[in-house]
């Protein structure tokens, strides 16, 4: 586990205001991979539209592209974030979010946001109300596309592929499994893990994003890792 387990009280998540005051309360994951334009878009949306105290991590998974995904970012919000970047080559969604996971501080952290998420004003305070009932492993977005439509996610709450957790989710379970290469699958994997291990997930409606999403190989990877996740669980996603 990269994660170091920091000294808390199990009903801090009830009560978020009595975590540490220096601390900040949410950690904000985004993975950038092939688009400074969607990535900067998706930073001023979060400094724009978050209210509680936060850190921004953003991990940079650009390998070897020929845009500088750093310099595109504005110096304003440059001395925001803590910025982890590139390797030399692309190595996928959850090697790239594992990387980020040892730099959180935060009591609650978003499932890793990419680059072409843009959070909507009360995105935050809302999801972490959602956590206050007890036992929440994880708490799920209400995500539209670009033209308004609306995207599932999950099915019948069985996944999250966008929403909110807590760091002591990771610090019980572990980082994201790597095997769902370049992307797609880890996001069913670990919303699985979070309810075999008895806690729950839940929807928020009136937490909302707009995903910008391009389509173009989430069908053939779908595909792939449905076959990685029989294989390991004996069992298909509900999609």
């Given at each position: ?37 969607n990535?900067?878009?998706?930073l ?15 991990g ?15 110096k ?13 080559h692309?190595?996928g ?7 980020c ?33 007890g ?22 709450l069985?996944?999250?592929g ?7 989710i ?13 992307c ?15 806690f ?16 173009a190989?989430?069908?053939?990877i ?6 990685k ?11």
């Amino acid at each position: 586990m990269n994660i170091r387990p920091r000294r808390w009280k199990r009903w801090t998540m009830q009560q978020p205001e009595k975590w540490h005051k220096k601390m900040p309360l949410l950690s904000i994951i985004i993975t950038s991979r092939n688009s400074p334009q969607n990535l900067v878009r998706s930073l001023e949306a979060v400094l724009r539209n978050t209210r509680v105290a936060h850190e921004i991590i953003v991990g940079d998974d650009s390998g070897a592209a020929t845009w500088d995904i750093h310099a595109a970012i504005p110096k304003h919000i440059r001395e925001q974030i803590l910025y982890l970047p590139a390797p030399s080559h692309q190595q996928g969604f959850a090697v790239n979010a594992n990387r980020c996971l040892p730099f959180i501080r935060g009591l609650f952290v978003t499932i890793p946001i990419a680059e072409d998420v843009e959070v909507q004003e009360g995105w935050d305070t809302e999801a972490i109300a959602a956590f206050k009932g007890g036992g929440v492993g994880q708490v799920a977005f209400h995500i539209t596309f670009g033209n308004g439509s609306r995207q599932q996610n999950g099915t019948e709450l069985s996944y999250v592929g966008k929403g909110m957790t807590t760091r002591h989710i990771f610090e019980l379970l572990g980082n994201y499994d790597t095997r769902y290469f370049p992307c797609y699958g880890e996001d069913v994997d670990m919303s699985w893990r979070v309810t075999e291990a008895g806690f729950k997930i839940v929807d928020c409606p009136t937490s909302r994003i707009i995903h910008h999403h391009n389509h173009a190989i989430k069908t053939e990877i779908d595909n792939q890792h449905r076959e990685k996740l029989y294989a390991k669980w004996k069992k298909y996603p509900s999609v």
